[in-house]
């Protein structure tokens, strides 16, 4: 559960993704190192101004991976992906589609898999290609194995397993397995494969007999063992590999494995190689301890630079070397940790030497709260990973590389918070200082990173959910273009989904070039038709499946691309509710009637089983209509929490129905259903984090959430297990459950279907809803307007209210049915030229539904004199857009106040 770290920028007035520049002052104060410098200082240099935003361009060309943890770029940009469960994905640069082309036998339990993929250095002429996974079977180990990949075609026949790391599969968790190449050399990362569930608030140093499995002196701090290792080999011709001088323990293994480069990791689980300098980079996702550290618990997670070969501290060290007490798991006390000089694995589960290398420290480190040290990278769960360093002379001639700006600035990644800084580092590699790239792009959690050959970046997104194929999973493309600028595709359309024959309008209006000189042409790509036009229409003729491919150039030779999906043969459900009453005000005991009807082309004869309804009131609800979509009809209760739920990090561990990294959502609800206290305790554990009750994995603390919403939180989750009887269809209601409970609440009537599907296009959902609320509104809570706000104070008698209301000035109020409303009463002050009051519909030049005057006047007091007037409605009966405009010709100061609007009904109790 994690607010964005951007989200906060935004909030205190730091909107980079708009500005597009990050050498704003108090940016740079926000950004700035924790030993005094800025983002845009290094050595006390000044540096090159940061990009323009609007020179970077994206483009998704792969969605709807299952769970891709690595990717490929072959020299003609076509693209490998690894699956975790076992899929080799190829995307086809040339004709934009995505095959599978491959498929291992693996072994996916405990976070196991198909891991990793990378292309030969010399693919163009070899045809090499590398996979690491955990081999499906009975024996318990993974392979480093060569393919030949030709035209789209991987040969079996031509595996060569290079090497083969025995594992254990008893216990979860840490396999890492991520592949890259430096000048020649194979670096191979290896998670600690080691029980991470049984730890005690500790680290995994279990010492007792038999308990091997759950003691990382058995396998990270072991130099006799792979696991919890980098490793640097040279691949040979002939499907074998050798050892490469400067590794850590001589070649001769007589101190330890000679593949290692790097040891004492604990989850390595994206590594780089700096092309000029050598440092290998890596993010090593960290433990869940319960032991105190300089930034709250010490289970921080690592981004780290190896200079040289080395042993990097677990289980005994994290962060800046901060020490690990030593734990017996026998007597249940703690000892003196060990010496970062000097550290002994004295454990009998060793099998490697017992003197270790001195430790080295992280590069950078933060925990589950905020960091002093790094306070951009926020808070909340985390999964570090390392990304490329930048050189811009390596892409002479490529036409997308990056700018000098970012010349050798490590990237720096973040799957749970989905967020990519550059690191700014001086001429030794020591940390200067981070800041946010590419913010507005919003990649959802993002697991690879790289940069091709013509300078584009590459993003691989995991997507929302755990061990889930995800429809926001897939491949991300990043241009960056100096003087010409490329143009940015964007399609319009109606429906996509329908039955056949199917007619489609789309228009490409919405596409721009940051270059207002530039004259664009269009072309859309269908199958093998292709059209021209800034607007075209097609008629699907068949069911099925189809991209739309729009390309938007201009005469520089730039290009942007845009896909749209069409499916035919389904036609969505229509779900209308009747009703003729007003559809969105309640009062005192007013009727409401409704009917729900619904129709489907295909499915022909509706089963009522299949239509969810739901009718209820809700305390603290009048903002609710933008959270009911995709709520299901029975449990609205709760959809504004769903809303607040979504809005944290909570997705990333747990889902409605199946467990994930944390249990579901539904098992937690059944299992506290008869729980009186359970509200109070969820609600607690959210705040303040903790694990134990399903397993070891910890929830992360949320302190800054208030209570009240963590109850809400915590309730909407006891809901789900609830079950009611179906809400009628239709049904003849008396509004009363609101009276007496103040202004925030609101009715709110929904309901949904789902088909069955047809043609091959899957089943399709349709939702309605009704929110009735208060009819007093709050004026200052429009939602557009150029009129000026008086927040309360003791000055204004604690009343907020609209001011600077000027000759011409507005407000507009979405959506509001004016059905059976005779006048809408106005609290207004008599300070000012005074004017007139207008209601329109739709536009500020809309129809004119009434009017009314207001005298001017002025108070020596801005606590008193506040005065109700009529404004009389005519006509305006459906739900519109509403504008009160305001108008004085003949002054230019400020005519009035106005606190609030109530809308009064015709109805008479």
Known sequence: MFRSTFGLLVAAGLCVASVGRYDRPLFREVVGNPDGGGAVRAGGAVQLEGPDSSRFTYTKLVSGLDEPMGMAILPNFDVVVAERKGAVRYFNNATKEVSTIAQFNVFSGIEDGLLGVAADPDFKNNNWIYFYYGVGGEKSVSHLARFELKGQKLNQQSKKVLLEVPTQRQYCCHSAGHITFSDGLLYLSIGDNTNAEEIEGHTPIDERPGRELSDDQAATANSNDYRGKILRIKPEADGTYSIPDGNLFPKDGSQGKPEIYAMGVRNPFRISVDPKTKFLYWGDVGPDTEVPGSEGKMSYDEINQARKPGFFGYPYFLGDNEVFPDYDFATKKE???????????????????????????????????????????????????????????????APYKLPEYYNGKLFIFEWIRKWIMAVTMDANGDYVAMEPFLPQLKVVAPIDMQIARDGAIYLLAYGTNWFARNTDSGIIRVEYTEGNRNPIAAVSTGKTIGAAPFKATLSAKGSKDYDAADKLTYEWKIGTKKLAGEEITHTFTKPGTYNVVLTVSDQHGGKGTATTEFKIGNTPPDVKIETTANRSFYWDNAPFNYTIKVTDKEDGKIQRSRIHAGFTYLAFGKDLAGALSGGEGENIRYAATAKLYASLD?????????????????????????????????????????????GSYPMPPHADLPEKDAREIAGYILSLSKTTGPTPLSAQLKLTEHIGKGTEGAYVLQASYTDNGANGIGPQKTASHIVLRNPLIQMEDYQEGNVGVVIATQHTGYVSYIANITNGKYTRFNQIDLSHIKNIRLRIQEHGAGGTIELRQGSRDGQLLGKTEVPGGRLEDLKTGWKEILLPVNGGAGVHDLFLVFKNEKFKSPMFHIDWMYFESDFNP
């Open 335 to 397: 000892g003196p940790g060990k010496d970062p000089q000097k550290p002994v694995n004295d454990s009998p589960h060793n099998t490697g030497i017992r003197d270790l290398p001195p430790a080295q420290p992280a590069f950078i480190w933060y925990g589950k709260g905020p960091s002093k040290k790094y306070p951009l990278v926020g808070k909340g769960g985390a999964s570090a990973m390392a990304g490329p360093v930048y050189y811009s002379d390596l892409y002479p001639n």
């Open 650 to 694: 909570c997705k990333a561990c747990h889902t409605m129905e199946t467990k994930s990294i944390g249990p579901a959502l539904k098992e937690i609800s059944k299992k506290y259903a008869s729980d009186t206290g359970a509200e109070r305790m969820l609600a607690r554990k959210i705040i303040t984090g903790g694990s134990g009750n399903w």
